[in-house]
Nanobody
């Protein structure tokens, strides 16, 4: 069974940092694009960042650009999201996603992704 497992969430004060990890199991995702989404209470799931299969291209939502960095290590079959200068509005459940999608114009759409993790909670206190 293919699974994506997120880790690294927690509670941090505003201005702090966290690093999320996504470790797939069941198959390798080294040829798939991967991404991060988040969902705050009462809101729809929104795009955060995405990375191409070889890490050569990255994409960010405007709200996190300059603060978050997405990366991947295909040798370890793991993707990361380094989150710096966290704000209370970053509080959400963060989900990783994967898909062999190649059209970067579709990365921001939740319906473009076939595989999802269960999510990890990130809480930023003011």
């Amino acid at each position: 069974q293919v699974q994506l497992v997120e880790s690294g969430g927690g509670t941090v004060q505003a201005g702090g940092s966290l690093r999320l990890s996504c470790a797939p199991s069941g198959r390798t995702f080294s040829r798939d694009a991967m991404g991060w989404f988040r969902q705050a209470p009462g809101k729809e799931r929104e795009f955060v960042a995405a990375i191409s299969w070889n890490g050569g291209a990255t994409y960010y939502a405007g709200s996190v650009k300059g603060r978050f960095t997405i990366s991947r290590d295909n040798a370890k079959n793991t993707m990361y999201l380094q989150m710096n200068i966290l704000k209370p509005e970053d509080t959400a459940v963060y989900y990783c996603a994967a898909d062999p999608i190649t059209n970067s114009g579709r990365y921001s759409q939740t319906g473009s992704w076939s595989y999802w993790g269960q999510g990890t909670q990130v809480t930023v206190s003011s």
